[in-house]
Every structure is written in structure tokens, then in C-alpha cells.
């Protein structure tokens, strides 16, 4: 069965730093890999996802992640932070049994950004 | 083009009472998903409707849960009787292509619900 491990379940940036979020993701078969963010009172938003194309995926608002399989990660990357990244963030992988697409997900990673 | 809408955005109910939340999909959207998180735990999925079938229904809690789709359009998720555990938010998403694998679900803005 799948699972999806995010380490962190808050980190903090200054505004300019390396924005790094962690996924690790357990399956079986290869997967299929989602980021989705979450701001204030609002819905879930794709940001990127893997679907065994290239390894490095690139996203909305400068975040890219790379898939690496034999580190099973899939870890969110974005190399200047800014204020309006302060949000939460899931990791998900599509689990595939029965033939159909529900999402895993993580317990999401909650950014902030300070000045 | 209008995104996954859901109603209400807010609902506050008494233990015991009984809540209808509704969804309305992207159009043209076969498949609909319901998910739920708990607070503090991870979004969790619920069930699956293709069109107005009901294609996986692994994730409902128990049967006071009860989640219905209209001729394949709009879906509710009826609460009855409610009990405090079952206070979260609930999301809504939708997808276009049945057996996609890996393709994008198109989440709402969720419910926000609380049990007391």
C-alpha cells in the first residue's frame, strides 16, 4: 500500500532563503507524486506533479521538485522564498489499486515566511 | 471556466443533528471525489463517484455517512446524526478522464464543519 511521510510539520524561512519541504512516499508500483498548497482560507492548489516524465519537475510560483527513486523522496524546492509562499503544503501520492486515482497524502507542512 | 464549488463554506451543528454538504464539480468532470481532515491529521479520502455511480467508497467512516451524486452533476455528503469526531473539513475534487492515472484532481475550497 502507499503512504506518504512529510518531515516537518512546520518550517520557517526568511524571505530570500532556500524554501526545502520534504516528502517521502512508500508504494509499491512506480507512482505518481502531487504538491498541492493550501492559503489562507482557500481550496488545495496544484503546484506540480510527477507522472514518470522527467525527474525534475517544475512548478507553479518557482517551486520544483525532483523525484529520486532510490531515496524514495520527492522533496518541494524553491530557491528564494517570498512572503506570499506562507501557506501549507501536501504531499500526495496517487494510489493505483482498484484502477483508480485517490490521492495519499502527507499531514502537510505548514511555511512561514518572516521578513 | 468555474472551478469545484462547495456549500456552505462554514457549518456549526449540535451533536446529534444532522448536515448536508453539497459540491458542485468542474463541468464535464466524470469522476468526484469526497476527502476529509480532521484537525491536525492528514486529508483523508472518503469515496469516489464516476459519474453518478459510486466507484469507492472505502474511506466512509460508518454508515451515518451518506454521499449521493444527481445524474452525475452535483454531490451531497449528508451527516446523520452527527457526532463530535466528525468535525473537520470536507473537501470536494474532480477529474476529467475515468482510469487516469496521475492526472490532476481539481480540489473546492473545502467545509469547514464543527460538531458540539
Known amino acids: 500500500a502507499q503512504s506518504v511521510t512529510q518531515l516537518g510539520s512546520h518550517v520557517s524561512v526568511s524571505e530570500g532563503a532556500l524554501v526545502l519541504l520534504r516528502c517521502n512516499y512508500s508504494?509499491?508500483?512506480?507512482?505518481?507524486l502531487f504538491w498541492y498548497v493550501q492559503y489562507p482560507n482557500q481550496g488545495l492548489q496544484l503546484l506540480l506533479k510527477?507522472?514518470?516524465?522527467?525527474?525534475l519537475v517544475k512548478g507553479i510560483n518557482g517551486f520544483e521538485a525532483e523525484f529520486k527513486k532510490s531515496e524514495t523522496s520527492f522533496h518541494l524546492t524553491k530557491p528564494s522564498a517570498h512572503m506570499s509562499d506562507a501557506a501549507e503544503y501536501f504531499c500526495?501520492?496517487?494510489?493505483?489499486?482498484?484502477?483508480?486515482?485517490?490521492?495519499?497524502f502527507g499531514a502537510g507542512t505548514r511555511l512561514a515566511v518572516h521578513p | 471556466e468555474a472551478g469545484v464549488t462547495q456549500f456552505p463554506s462554514h457549518s456549526v451543528i449540535e451533536k446529534g443533528q444532522t448536515v448536508t454538504l453539497r459540491c458542485d464539480p468542474i463541468?464535464?468532470?466524470?469522476?468526484l471525489y469526497w476527502y476529509r481532515r480532521v484537525m491536525g491529521k492528514e486529508i483523508k479520502f472518503l469515496l469516489h463517484?464516476?459519474?453518478?455511480?459510486?466507484?469507492?467508497e472505502s474511506g466512509m467512516p460508518n454508515n451515518r455517512f451518506l454521499a449521493e451524486r444527481t445524474g452525475g452533476t452535483y454531490s451531497t455528503l449528508k451527516v446523520q446524526p452527527a457526532e463530535l469526531e466528525d468535525s473537520g473539513v470536507y473537501f470536494c475534487?474532480?477529474?476529467?478522464?475515468?482510469?487516469?492515472?496521475?492526472?490532476?484532481?481539481?480540489f473546492g475550497p473545502g467545509t469547514r464543519l464543527l460538531v458540539l
Open positions: 475534487a474532480s477529474s476529467q478522464e475515468i482510469g487516469g492515472f496521475g492526472e490532476t484532481q481539481y
Open positions: 508504494s509499491s508500483v512506480p507512482p505518481y
Open positions: 510527477y507522472t514518470s516524465a522527467a525527474t
Open positions: 500526495a501520492v496517487s494510489d493505483l489499486s482498484g484502477g483508480y486515482n485517490k490521492l495519499i
Open positions: 463541468s464535464g468532470h466524470d469522476n
Open positions: 463517484f464516476v459519474k453518478e455511480s459510486k466507484q469507492d
